[in-house]
């Protein structure tokens, strides 16, 4: 079974950073397009970075010139460098996958969310 787990949340004051990490797990074959979305409470989850299998990316305004999004293709892994933080940045951070894997016995590619980590910026 597939899994994503997302690390490096937290608390952080405005103009500061944090780095979050996502690690895919499981019988895994192949690991596609990756990204980064968050949520607040009472609005629609949100796309903040995505990046390609060939590492292409693209940013929500919001976000671009302060957050960088990366991979390790070795370590399944992607990573939110996120630098000059704002208050509005708060939320809970999901990673986004699409991974390809065997299911009973089978090569299946489908999509999966981590469980998200915390996000808060303080003033």
């Known amino acids: 079974q597939v899994r994503l787990e997302e690390s490096g949340g937290g608390l952080a004051q405005a103009g500061g950073s944090l780095r979050l990490s996502c690690a895919a797990s499981?019988?895994?074959?192949?690991?596609?397009?990756l990204g980064w979305y968050r949520q607040v409470p009472g609005k629609q989850r949100e796309l903040v970075a995505r990046?390609?299998?060939?590492?292409?990316?693209n940013y929500a305004d919001s976000v671009k010139g302060r957050f960088t999004i990366s991979r390790d293709n070795a370590k399944k892994s992607a990573y939110l460098q996120m630098n000059s933080l704002k208050p509005e940045d708060t939320a809970v951070y999901y990673c986004?996958?699409?991974?390809?894997?065997?299911?009973?016995?089978?090569?299946?590619?489908?999509?999966?969310w981590g469980q998200g980590t915390q996000v808060t910026v303080s003033s």
């Open positions: 499981g019988s895994i074959i192949s690991v596609g397009d």
């Open positions: 986004n996958a699409d991974v390809g894997a065997f299911n009973n016995g089978y090569a299946v590619t489908q999509n999966y």
């Open positions: 990046i390609t299998s060939g590492g292409g990316t």
